[in-house]
């Protein structure tokens, strides 16, 4: 994967006055909690005359469900930014116009990211992609300017969503019988599919450098190409939206959950960044340096680890997620890195000046890629700025070790950001409370609940 950034500064793929000719419909949206996007669709005609200036108005619950829509919490009145003590009022989807782009898995449908405001003109406080572009507006008032690219793997399987839901995802087929890790003959079968996603999504200015075949029983990758972060989660969230509508339209089902099946392996989500300085010089090159690792590289990786243990609940966000941070998946491992070794927490390779970055293990493909963003280029700048000292790089197999301050579950990450004092600072007390209450509710909500698992456990044997 190339680090060298490409332009931050983009202009409309289409003007508003040709809008209504290109297209019917025009998705205006942004991201939840979970990274799904919500919002609506409206007219062309009426996104020219009035929606793109003025936006549109969404209820102030789509920041405040958990993954099912649960309304326990809004009755409860459990978060302070909405609720039924709230009247669960609106806020506005204010279109983005530099993310106006072709839906290109629909037909005449365009679709545009959004900011959030509320009623009286500030910013959505809990809203992820607000999240994100502050912590990128730090890092542009530094002088500094990061380019990120993302690795994501997911699993496709026979059978459309609703088939898969009603055999409550028991016995599904995958679409690999064995592991290819990397193979082109097994990939064979799905290319046409693939090749459609890809076009459609070139069409749709989402940019893949390469996709391959996983190792895991129908399990895949897509590799996007490097580019301004906040672009990237923007294509991230809009490349899940087109995978899963794809396969879905072609009788299979796409999952992005860390690890569906015991047995395999999970599915990640790392990330690749590189910063280069106003002149443009990457900051992460020193070609008098062992493996060509500047000082300001080591000081990123080491703001990375630091914090890494605090924002676990956003890098594995669900319950699911553990299964994969605690086996033996290429996750990373604990507060470990190294120069081009795929099992430390961060992967340092490289071997240009355009080509050297940081790769970030930990995320899961559950992820919410604002968050993930948010959280690792807040830990960086951090590094960056105090010349945090990340240790000795690993040496060896660092599963041959305890994963040191790495959450093993989602109770435990629930506690590691409550106790923090970082990310308060980055988004204050009343954002982290917010997504502290979404995350203890998840992982009650599992503590509570009965499983086939205990029942295949303990049912006969007890």
């Not at 983009?10 to 799904?36: H, K, M, N």
């Not at 890092?139 to 690795?151: A, R, Y």
């Not at 055999?167 to 064995?178: C, H, I, Q, V």
Request: with cysteine; charged share 25%.
């Amino acid at each position: 994967m190339s680090s060298k950034p490409r332009t931050t500064e983009r202009e409309p793929e289409f003007s508003l006055d040709a809008i209504s000719d290109e297209f019917d419909w025009v998705v205006v949206t942004s991201a939840d909690i979970q990274g799904r996007l919500f919002g609506r669709r409206v007219s062309a005609r009426d996104f020219v005359k009035s929606v793109a200036t003025k936006g549109v108005l969404v209820s102030a619950c789509v920041y405040s469900w958990d993954i099912a829509q649960d309304a326990t919490m809004l009755a409860t009145g459990a978060l302070d930014y909405c609720g039924f003590h709230t009247g669960m009022g609106d806020f506005t989807l204010l279109p983005d116009l530099t993310t106006l782009r072709r839906a290109g898995w629909l037909n005449r449908t365009a679709i545009c990211l959004a900011r959030s405001v509320e009623p009286h003109g500030e910013i959505t406080p809990v809203a992820p992609r607000e999240l994100l572009i502050a912590e990128l507006a730090r890092w542009k008032s530094q002088g500094l300017h990061p380019s990120v690219g993302l690795e994501l793997e997911f699993y496709l399987y026979q059978g459309t969503p609703r088939e898969t839901r009603a055999r409550s995802y028991r016995d599904l087929e995958p679409t690999t019988a064995t592991p290819a890790d990397y193979s082109i003959y097994e990939g064979e079968a799905y290319e046409e599919f693939f090749a459609d996603v890809r076009h459609r999504l070139a069409a749709s200015r989402i940019e893949v450098e390469a996709s391959a075949i996983e190792w895991g029983l129908g399990q895949w990758e897509t590799t996007l190409k490097h580019t301004d972060p906040l672009e990237m989660a923007d294509q991230s969230a809009l490349y899940k939206l087109a995978t899963k509508t794809l396969a879905a339209r072609a009788g299979m089902s796409a999952t992005f959950m860390a690890k569906p099946y015991d047995g395999g392996p999970g599915s990640s989500c790392h990330v690749h960044l590189s910063v280069r300085n106003d002149a443009g010089e990457p900051i992460f090159w020193d070609n008098s340096a062992e493996h060509n690792i500047s000082d300001e590289l080591r000081h990123a990786v080491g703001g990375a680890l630091e914090h890494a243990g605090e924002f676990m609940s956003w890098y594995a966000p669900t319950v699911n997620s553990y299964r994969r941070i605690r086996g033996v998946d290429a996750a990373g491992w604990g507060m470990t890195w190294a120069y081009e070794h795929r099992f430390a927490s961060v992967r340092v390779l490289g071997a240009e000046a355009d080509d050297i970055r940081l790769e970030f293990r930990l995320p899961g493909a559950d992820a919410n890629p604002y968050l993930v963003l948010t959280a690792l280029l807040a830990s960086v700048r951090d590094g960056l700025t105090r010349r945090t000292d990340p240790g000795p790089a690993l040496v060896g197999n660092p599963y041959e070790k305890p994963a040191t301050g790495i959450a093993q579950d989602l109770g435990q990450a629930v506690d590691a950001l409550a106790n923090g004092s970082f990310a308060r600072g980055i988004v204050g007390d009343s954002t982290v409370e917010h997504y502290l209450t979404l995350s203890r509710w998840e992982w009650s909500h599992f503590l509570d609940s009965v499983s086939e698992w205990d029942r295949v456990r303990y049912f006969d044997l007890i």
